[in-house]
């Protein structure tokens, strides 16, 4: 029997997954990847001055590295990139089901992206969850930024550290969170109740973050999936905020209150 469309290209996709690498650039990304044990690292090309700056994490990591000269540094990076003499390729992390990485602390936080793109704004956002104590930051497959050196570069580190999965369909996600005891609260600017509001008397429970791309917002399929909508409480009129400063306010906004016992 010919297999449904739908599952030739699940096998396609996971096949392709298998074969993806991504090159890491930049000491401190490098660094950072060197030194995670769940990282599957294939090569390293350093100058020798980058070499001698991260000599403890490569012996640590026990991979032979490429030695090069700075001006032939031959790798396949966006020109501009700010490599300092360091890249290494690597497989992209796994970090399991979204089942896997939600179900942690006594009150989680996790934040879902809405078709945000851009790997500068998804890396700061990582870099704030880390921060935060975000259980897992989740964007979808097709439409969120997938795991880059630019990324791993803008997360300064965190991207080593801090869960971040991609799922097919971001409705299915939110309700699976819901299913798992989430109060899921979609971002926008017009809505009526701030974070606070919505979580107030709630705190105890997890709590999803919902943010959309800079522009056009979240979708309305999610804006009708999410159990409330919720805005920034700001002073006076002002213009929207970046997509990772929006993250921070709103993970630090509706945090858990400290057990101070």
């Known amino acids: 029997m010919k297999k449904p469309k739908w599952v030739v290209q699940k096998e396609q996709d996971k096949k392709a997954q298998g074969r993806e690498t991504v090159w890491l650039f930049g000491l401190h ?156 609260l979609g971002l926008d600017g017009e809505a009526t109740q701030t974070i606070e509001m919505a979580v107030e008397g709630k705190r105890d429970r997890p709590v999803a973050l919902v943010l959309g791309a800079e522009g056009p917002g979240l979708r309305e399929k999610t804006k009708e999936t999410v159990d409330a909508l919720v805005r920034i409480d700001a002073a006076g009129q002002f213009g929207s905020l970046n997509v990772s400063n929006a993250a921070a306010i709103a993970l630090y906004a509706s945090k858990a209150p400290v057990d101070r016992a």
């Open 29 to 184: 990304a490098v660094r950072d990847a060197l030194m995670n044990p769940d990282r599957q690292k294939i090569r390293l090309v350093v100058t020798l001055n980058a070499h001698n700056k991260l000599s403890d994490a490569i012996d640590r990591a026990g991979i032979t590295p490429e030695i090069v000269d700075p001006r032939r540094f031959a790798v396949p990076l966006d020109p501009g990139s700010v490599h300092q003499g360091a890249a290494m390729e690597v497989k992209p992390l796994e970090w399991g089901r979204l089942e896997d990485v939600c179900i942690g602390p006594k009150s989680p936080r996790v934040i879902l992206l809405d078709r945000v793109t851009d790997p500068h704004n998804v890396g700061a956002i990582l870099r704030s969850a880390e921060v935060l104590g975000a259980s897992a930051v989740v964007g979808t497959r097709h439409h969120s930024a997938p795991e880059t050196g630019a990324l791993a570069k803008t997360a300064s580190g965190a991207l080593e550290r801090q869960p971040y999965i991609r799922v097919r369909n971001l409705a299915d996600a939110i309700r699976a969170l819901q299913n798992m005891g989430y109060l899921v």
